[in-house]
């Protein structure tokens, strides 16, 4: 049910690409969209309150891993300011990539 509900709530906001194609007036498309995002953002912290705790922070930390493997990736090639500057923050980038 609250994985559901999150990809519920991606839906609503992909929906929101769709409301400039509408028939409806400026002030009908301004309604539909304030209606999809609280309709999104209110399935999002329903999922979250029935997934819990643990089960978002399991995500948020697979979501921070890549992340942060997609920068580590750009600065090993080159496109990355300060390529051969080796500081503080690429060695704590290294040991979460490690974990």
């Given amino acids: 049910m609250g994985l559901m509900l999150v990809v519920l709530s991606f839906a609503f906001y992909g929906a929101l690409m769709l409301?400039?194609?509408?028939p409806f007036s400026a002030s009908g498309k301004l309604q539909l969209s304030a209606g999809l995002?609280?309709?999104?953002?209110?399935s999002f912290w329903i999922a979250v309150l029935i997934?819990?705790?643990?089960?978002?922070?399991?995500?948020?930390?697979?979501?921070?891993?890549n992340w942060l493997g997609t920068a580590a990736r750009a600065k090993e090639a080159g496109s990355l300011k300060?390529?051969?500057?080796?500081?503080a923050g690429d060695n704590q980038v290294s040991a979460i990539l490690k974990n």
């Fill in 19 to 22: 409301v400039p194609f509408t």
């Fill in 37 to 42: 995002i609280i309709m999104g953002e209110a």
């Fill in 51 to 65: 997934l819990g705790k643990e089960m978002v922070s399991k995500y948020r930390h697979i979501l921070l891993r």
């Fill in 82 to 87: 300060g390529e051969n500057n080796k500081n």
